[in-house]
T-cell receptor
Framework: AQTVTQSQPEMSVQEAETVTLSCTYD???????LFWYKQPPSRQMILVIR????KQQNATENRFSVNFQKAAKSFSLKISDSQLGDTAMYFC??????????WGAGTKLIIKP | NAGVTQTPKFQVLKTGQSMTLQCAQD?????MSWYRQDPGMGLRLIHY???????DQGEVPNGYNVSRSTTEDFPLRLLSAAPSQTSVYFC????????????FGPGTRLTVL
């Protein structure tokens, strides 16, 4: 079965610190897409960053970057200069062989002032 | 540009009742999907559609029906509500399959007594 594992149920850091959220996945596919979505207390699900597996270069979006290790099936999210507004649940997801999204259980990230 | 809208935001049902959760998008997206989110779990796909007139089952389709008569609308019907269907329901759309960025609605919190 294709699965996504987020091993950190909850993390907290001080404002302005850097934090890394881990994600591992299991698939036998060679081409697929990986995502990090953010769900703040408002419950709205928002795309943070997207990575195409065939691209070796790690995706970046302003303060957000990923460390994509295809052989290790690892897709971690690094948030630099964390802000109070980054407090949210963060979900890792990837597309399976049927192009359906498989989701991890999420990591609750708390940014402390 | 409203994006993805869902109604209602909250709903309480009694066991055995039926209802329809509404979802609409104004971005002319072909791909639409319904997820449920339960505590401690990632999103799970209920049903999806790759275009008007085409629907298919996801991971957890039992107890739910969908239809896609127009590109804009993708309602989810609960046939006979059960307490196990207590959850938060999200509708999402994307330009093309789940490999593209998914845009989510605000969610519907459903409680079945």
């Amino acid at each position: 079965a294709q699965t996504v594992t987020q091993s950190q149920p909850e993390m907290s850091v001080q404002e302005a610190e850097t934090v890394t959220l881990s994600c591992t996945y299991d698939t036998s596919e060679n081409n697929y897409y990986l995502f990090w979505y953010k769900q703040p207390p408002s419950r709205q699900m928002i795309l943070v960053i997207r990575q195409e597996a065939y691209k070796q270069q790690n995706a970046t979006e302003n303060r957000f970057s990923v460390n994509f290790q295809k052989a290790a099936k690892s897709f971690s999210l690094k948030i630099s200069d964390s802000q109070l507004g980054d407090t949210a649940m963060y979900f890792c997801a990837f597309t399976d062989s049927n192009y359906q999204l498989i989701w991890g259980a999420g990591t609750k990230l708390i940014i402390k002032p | 540009n409203a994006g993805v809208t869902q109604t209602p935001k909250f709903q309480v049902l009694k066991t055995g009742q039926s209802m329809t959760l509404q979802c609409a998008q104004d971005m002319n997206h072909e791909y639409m999907s319904w997820y449920r989110q339960d505590p401690g779990m990632g999103l799970r796909l209920i049903h999806y559609s790759v275009g008007a007139g085409i629907t298919d089952q996801g991971e957890v389709p039992n107890g739910y029906n969908v239809s896609r008569s127009t590109t804009e609308d993708f309602p989810l019907r609960l046939l006979s509500a059960a307490p196990s269907q207590t959850s938060v329901y999200f509708c999402a759309s994307s330009r093309d399959y789940s490999t593209d960025t998914q845009y989510f609605g605000p969610g519907t919190r459903l409680t079945v007594l």
